[in-house]
């Protein structure tokens, strides 16, 4: 990423439809920004387009086609009145800065525009397609006439595709066009191919079509065929030659097709490949002999759109930590981490010569016996399946599909000299940039704080999913919901949830409920499970979180329908609209306090009714900063409709009347309450936690602010005795038994070692991981003020004394740059450093200090607080500030 960190749509170089935001961070520069420029060019290679557009030679020297002056301090442009962007291009964009010592800094970006399909037909193989379990192959030769200046291939299918230049695969993107509401929206990618054809040709085209969501099994039902019953491909690539003229090559019935060496492919079973498939050999062997003409389909081009996010690819590979023979005398392959993608085995290194049928299946851990458990993965098989591999296959890898596991069990009909470097396994995700660190002295904090980043890698697939290993993997909207503010700390997602947001609004439901999974997938199976409250929640919630990490109306705005339809169901789904929906619930999923039930103890309309005030209030806040003010007063009396009721239904005087440490915990974040009854309600949280052992006992809907509960309201050090708990039930037990993921359960492994039941034990689900959100807000101190957005005013506010850590350190590459933090405590005597990017302001918060300590004079805004004995200090950003002081 370059100096600038300028990112396109949310995007580092993004294929778009429209233009709606460019952005960047001043972190690398020392002085503040007075003046700027943002220009547009469009690059590649001269072209001339039909309306005279011309574009020429690289970022650097193309003639900008739009440009606009930036104010000093902008770190975003969201207008762009007047740009006209053709089609089929690439575009850079260029930030030009001016700093106060009169140095000038400049920084591009590039991006890619879209393309329209008249030219091109969805085209599918003759050979039934709707009995085909494995994959389709495509071919085309392509000669350019002329110098090339510039080619690009854009692609889509409807299941998944991959395409090859001459059999090297075309970009890293995998399990493309990834998962949408496909009947509303198929997205298609963009490639670069220049450099394969810049050598005049001929080039080789090949592609791979395989059934993935599109057609393959989806939930627990494996249902086949949700969206469609035959897999098809599409693709146009469009030359751009030096003189300026054009050629498309796009799919139709001249494309040759045949089916492939996948054999099988499913995205919960995996694959079956065959090596002696006739076509086994396509990418070495350029012969198309047998081949037929591929069949044209017709099917709706309508849905196709540009890619959305950033695509699902390997973003590391990680080695085998240990091979051991289980006590069943399984050859068991260690990875030594939980993890989501795929085994690529060296054939070549580990097999004898000749054919060996050879399986590798996939498990997350050990069951009691030291057996890799596949139990938990119910009807998924997570198997990759080479029945006839010989050496000269070279290496073989699942295409289509994705495992979550840290254990392989390799099967083989001979015998074979196990050599671990003939495997890595390769992190399949969407590749989003990492954005949150954290670290401390306690390891085991550490640990867990991995184990949500990893929870986070292995269920952003595409989808924001529940998990990545059972029959399952659907976009839960109630996990995607408590995590996603921890989501957006961890790594930069706002394109990855914008683009499961926009499904969400697509498969909306007529009387603006809202599915329980998204794409979903659900209704037709349980339609009586959709709008539980906290699930359907998402519709609000999650738009929100996105706004308050990147200060970006356009997502409000983008889903302010969906948004205002969600408050609109809820407000009839009661006797009054104050209730909260009355339906069905999900309830504290898999909450400890009632013994035997996955729905735990506090009462459903309680939480709906705690909800609907919740995501009122935020349509309230909404409509007020999209400027739509009556919309804003008619939710501030709705919220206050809703206040009402729950005083009067839920509250005897200063108390709750539902005595479940949940309930406390949203009456605290998301009810009006009065002082007497914040006090009361906090006070009953904090016996609730402690007369049980100090022990937590919430679900889903309670965990996530349990700590933001306690810390917020008084008890700090029980929020940290919480989250340092290490006896059973704690986010550090499964730490303790070896986690390296986030466990659906509290006690996925228990205590004596037995796994909880098979019907639900998923060693990899992010949800519990959203006291990452904590952590980043209360141990490394990173927050915003409240009421703002996109972190230009920083709050630093770490609870030091009340951690009982030594020391912490983490940042956040926020929208406005980069925000750190490092303190050490070394028996009361404090050391902290805080950077925090120029053009923003920072309000510093140093608790529990001794009056006077400070190694330094307070500004005219810094404030000492005796009674809380807090420093306030308010520093600018741009330079890094060390403060010394005590501990009182
Ligand atoms: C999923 C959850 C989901 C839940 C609904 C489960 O099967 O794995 O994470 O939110 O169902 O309660």
């Known amino acids: 990423m370059g100096l600038l960190q300028i990112r396109v749509n949310d995007q580092e170089e993004p294929l778009i439809g429209t233009l709606r935001r460019v952005s960047w961070t001043v972190d690398a520069l020392a002085a503040k920004v007075v003046q700027g420029c943002l220009a547009i060019a469009m690059v590649g290679g001269a072209s001339t387009q039909a309306d005279g557009a011309v574009g020429r030679g690289t970022a650097e020297t193309a003639e900008p086609v739009w440009w606009v002056t930036l104010a000093a301090g902008a770190q975003a442009v969201t207008e762009f009145d007047g740009l006209r962007l053709a089609p089929e291009r690439r575009y850079a964009v260029v930030v030009t800065l001016v700093d ?200 709706d081009k309508a849905v196709l759109t540009p890619q959305r996010d950033q695509p699902c690819q390997v973003t590391e590979t990680v080695g085998v930590q240990r091979v051991f023979t289980s006590p069943n005398g399984a050859v068991t392959l260690d990875f030594g981490q939980n993890l989501v993608g795929r085994v690529r085995v060296d054939l070549a290194h580990l097999l004898p010569a000749g054919e060996t049928a050879l399986s590798l299946h996939h498990a997350e851990v050990l069951d009691p016996a030291g057996n890799a458990y596949f139990g938990n993965l119910r009807k998924a098989k997570q198997l990759l399946v080479l029945p006839h591999a010989t050496p000269n296959d070279g290496a073989a890898w699942t295409h289509f599909t994705f495992q979550g596991f840290r254990y392989v069990v390799v099967e083989a009909n001979r015998p074979l000299v196990l050599d671990p470097r003939a495997f890595s396994a390769e992190v399949v995700q969407t590749a989003m940039p990492r954005t949150g660190y954290f670290t401390c002295n306690d390891m085991m904090l550490n640990r867990l704080f991995d184990n949500i980043v990893w929870g986070q890698r292995g269920n952003f697939v595409d989808v924001p999913t529940d998990c990545p290993q059972r029959d399952e993997r659907l976009g839960w909207t109630g996990d995607t919901q408590v995590f996603a503010s921890t989501g957006l700390f961890n790594f930069d997602s706002a394109a990855f949830y914008r683009k499961w947001l926009a499904d969400l609004a697509s498969d909306q439901l007529e009387n603006g409920g809202v599915p329980a999974v998204i794409p979903d997938v659900i209704t037709p199976l349980s339609p009586e499970t959709n709008s539980s409250a906290a699930w359907g929640d998402a519709a609000v919630i999650v738009p929100w979180q996105v706004f308050l990490f990147t200060g970006d109306r356009t997502v409000l705005e983008d889903q302010y329908e969906s948004m205002a339809a969600w408050i609109a169901f809820n407000n009839q789904a009661g006797p009054t609209p104050y209730t909260g929906n009355q339906g069905f619930h999900y309830g504290d999923w898999v909450a400890l306090d009632v013994p035997g039930s996955n729905f735990g103890a506090t009462p459903h309309p309680y939480l709906a009714c ?28 709705l919220r206050d409709g809703i206040d009402d009721y729950f005083q009067k239904t839920y509250c005897d005087g200063d108390e709750s009347t539902v005595q479940t440490q949940t309930a406390q915990v949203l009456a605290l974040k998301m009810m009006r309450l009065s002082e007497g009854q914040r006090a009361a309600i906090a006070k009953r949280l904090n016996s609730l936690v402690v007369n049980n052992n100090t022990h937590l006992n919430t679900g889903f809907v309670g965990t996530p602010y349990l700590l933001e509960a306690l810390s917020e309201n008084g008890y700090p050090e029980t929020a940290v005795a919480l989250l340092r708990q290490e006896d059973f039930p704690s986010w550090l037990y499964s730490v303790r038994q070896g986690a390296t993921t986030i466990w659906e359960h509290w006690d996925g492994i228990r205590q004596d070692g037995t796994l909880w039941s098979d019907t639900m034990n998923s060693f990899n689900h992010y949800a519990f991981g959203a006291v990452g959100d904590w952590i980043y807000r209360h141990l490394v101190g990173i927050d915003q003020m409240i009421g703002l957005s996109g972190f230009t005013q920083v709050q630093v506010a770490p609870l030091i004394k009340a951690s009982g850590l030594r020391d912490v350190s983490g940042s956040y590459q926020s929208v406005a740059g980069k925000i750190a933090v490092a303190w050490a405590n070394q028996d009361g005597a404090v050391v902290m450093r805080v950077q925090i990017p120029t053009g923003c302001h920072a309000e510093i918060v140093l608790f529990d200090a001794r009056p006077g300590s400070l190694d330094r004079g307070l500004g005219s805004r810094d404030t000492y607080d005796e009674a809380a004995g807090a420093y306030h200090l308010h520093v600018e950003g741009g330079t890094a500030v060390t403060l010394n002081y005590a501990l009182r």
């Open 100 to 299: 106060e010592t009169g140095q000038t800094w400049r920084d591009t970006a590039e991006f890619f525009t879209g393309t329209t399909w008249d030219e091109a037909a969805w085209v599918t193989c003759a050979a039934d397609p709707t009995e085909a379990e494995g994959e389709f192959l495509f071919s085309r030769t392509v000669q350019p006439e002329k110098p090339v200046a510039s080619a690009l291939l854009y692609a889509s299918a409807r299941g998944l595709y991959e395409f090859y230049a001459d059999g090297e695969k075309i970009g890293a993107d995998l399990l493309t066009p990834g998962w949408t509401s496909y009947s509303h929206a198929i997205q298609y990618q963009v490639y670069d191919v220049t450099a394969a054809l810049a050598g005049g040709g001929p080039v080789r085209l090949d592609a791979r079509l395989a059934n993935g969501w599109y057609l393959g099994m989806l939930t627990w039902d494996k249902h086949p065929h949700f969206y469609g019953d035959e897999k098809s491909l599409i693709a146009k690539l469009v030359v751009t030659y030096t003189d300026g003229t054009r050629a498309v090559v796009a799919t139709d019935e001249t494309w040759l097709t045949a089916p492939g060496p996948i054999v099988s492919s499913e995205l919960y079973d995996g694959e079956v490949i065959d090596g002696r498939q006739a076509n086994a050999d396509f990418l070495t062997r350029g012969d198309r002999t047998g081949w037929q003409a591929a069949t044209v389909v017709e099917a």
């Open 610 to 637: 705690c909800f609907h005030r919740y995501t009122t209030e935020i349509m309230r806040q909404t409509a007020r900063e999209l400027g739509r003010t009556d919309d804003a007063a008619g939710y501030a009396d």
